[in-house]
């Protein structure tokens, strides 16, 4: 049943929508469609005009509706190949020019956090925000011995709205997945239990300090990418400082093109960087949207907003690689195998209808470029395929999906004749010969070489030990898991049924058999026909209670 919050929330979202001049999308929607003509009878609809366009409108809105609409509308930013230029620009400036909350709240907060006056640990505090996003905002500052640095400071009393907006898509996820049909393939309630956790990862600033110390480890010896310094006993759960960074941004093509940026180069290089995080560190920016991502003097790439990272388990990672190969290489039936074989799609799947309809929808983007894909089209028939043939979504991987959606957004922009598949393969190509044949395996040998050097001295030991003891018949194999004893638990229930089984079926025998020796029953016991009524009654009784529960 719905929450009296829950409630409250929808109506505030249809009056913000309606605020805005959006509500033909309320009035769209399934539920009010049969009372869509409402919108054409209402008087203030008939000479209502709004001064600004739709993705000025379409923007103030996500603003006031929270950090989750926003991150909804900075996805969206990305993908100007399916919305109107208008709407994809004017999104873009969800990024980083979100409304900002007071600087001097922002000062009480790190005074808070520090426990002490902020002259005391800065020399300059710049109250006026550098950037502002959904869920922090970022300001400048200068510590004490004039090293420049920006201080980022999660927005107060977020974390409640967060819980109050991800209470109500789980309530969503929750009916979707309980009365639509498509619910259980797709999974809602696993995306968005994937969803709270990144957001409520992006709320602990210690956690983006140690994934922005982790990636800068990662690329310290790369010219591809270049991260922040975090400036370690300044960091507090709400309160991050780094290194300040000075660049261009990504989104500023005129500016780049008069530095002399080769962007054909700086699209490639994306790619790369993509590709590198995923497959060699298996660690990956899961948030590489524009407002994000600056090119540097030297145009290498820098990042920032360490927030939402992802990893993939060692399967999935490798399933992911050969699948990127296999369709680089057009080997769709490969495609198909690995599918089945990671049970994305069911066990029963027949492989060679898969490959055909894979092999529709991906053969007309090869050796075209990117302006010359239509996604929309590609999405659209990728989500047809997965719905014949009952493909799951996979949680794990949404934010992959996420991320790969953002970097093919970037490429757009930047170069939109690269050629992103000939790109990636040579790279993946390179990554897979590391993973498998001989070098793989002196690669694990030499990883494992320290554990074995610690572990061999005692196997002869162990070894006499173990022989001594089974030579005197002590070696004894102890195997405990709940899977074991409740097997052992049924084995026994099963004895006793059976037994109980044996009982009552002789119990009704002997009574078939006295009642046919009428006469002969002894007296007492009124004679045959009632001696016989007793023990074919508790025979019955004895045979109902030994019938297995699960087969009544």
Known sequence: MIR??????LAHISLVLARHGLDEIVLATHLFRPVRFLLY???????????DPPGVRIRRAL???????????????????LLPDDIASELTRLQDRVPPFPGALARQVVERAYGCPLEQVFQR?????LASASIAQVHTATLMDGTDV???????????????????????????ERYWREGRRLRPCEVVAEFQKTLYDELDLLREAANASQLRRNFSTSMLL?????YWPHCQRNVMVMERIYGTPIGNIEELRRQGVDFKELAERGVEIFFTQVFRDNFFHADMHPGNIFVGADHRYIAVDFGIMGTLSPVDQHYLAENFLAFFHRDYRRVA??????EWVPAGTRVDEFEAAIRTVCEPIFERPLKDISFGHLLLRLFQTARRFNMEVQPQLVLLQKTLLNIEGLGRQLYPELDLWQTAKPFLERWMSEQVGARALWKNLRKSAPQWAETLPEIPALMHKTLSAASEGKLQLQWQSEELVKLRRELR?????????????????????????????????GGAPLLSWLLGVVGVAILLWAWPGDER
Do not use: C
Not at 125 to 129: A, H, L, M, V
Not at 337 to 342: R, T
């Open 4 to 9: 009296f919050s829950h409630f409250f929330r």
């Open 41 to 51: 009878l209402a008087p203030w609809n008939w000479f209502r005009r709004y001064p």
């Open 63 to 81: 603003e006031d509706l929270g950090p989750i609409f926003v991150k909804f509308g900075q996805i969206l930013s990305t993908r100007k190949d």
């Open 125 to 129: 505090f710049e109250e006026t925000p």
């Open 150 to 176: 920006v201080v980022k400071v999660v927005r107060p009393g977020i974390e409640k709205v967060i819980r109050r907006d991800v209470s109500l898509l789980l309530y969503i996820a929750e009916l979707a």
């Open 226 to 230: 270049y991260v922040p310094e975090v």
């Open 337 to 342: 195998e690995l599918h089945v074989e990671s």
């Open 493 to 525: 229930q099963h004895h006793k049924r059976n037994f109980a089984a044996i009982v009552g079926t002789g119990l009704l025998l002997s009574a078939a058999i006295i009642f046919g020796l009428d006469g002969y029953a002894p007296a007492m016991l």
